[in-house]
């Protein structure tokens, strides 16, 4: 069984920034995958970003060039800069991974507020 826990979100005024960070109770050296989903109240769950072992990213294109996943293998850590952040982009924020098996976990999320 894997644990990931997120950290780091919070409130912020529009244009501001945050980094949520998500840590795994085991390495994620490995691993296939991981990324960022995210569920805004009365929403359904919408994919973020993701990371591949191979170093490739990808984002939905309402956060491209604002937001930024990256991984720190020391640390069994990946990230999520958000920058110029947008009253849309309040939700709760959950880590998600891949493991080598393909099996997925999910984090318990972090809420994000955007608001003046």
């Known amino acids: 069984q894997v644990k990931l826990v997120e950290s780091g979100g919070g409130s912020v005024q529009p244009g501001g920034s945050l980094r949520l960070s998500c840590t795994s109770s085991r390495s994620i050296f490995s691993i296939t995958s991981m990324g960022w989903y995210r569920q805004a109240p009365g929403k359904e769950r919408e994919w973020v970003a993701t990371l591949y072992n191979t170093g490739t990213t990808n984002y939905r294109d309402s956060v491209k060039g604002r937001f930024t996943i990256s991984r720190d293998n020391a640390k069994n850590t990946v990230y999520l800069q958000m920058n110029s952040l947008k009253p849309e982009d309040t939700a709760v924020y959950c880590c998600?991974?891949?493991?080598?098996?393909?099996?997925?976990?999910w984090g318990q999320g972090t809420q994000v507020t955007v608001s003046s």
């Open positions: 998600t991974m891949v493991a080598p098996d393909y099996r997925r976990y």
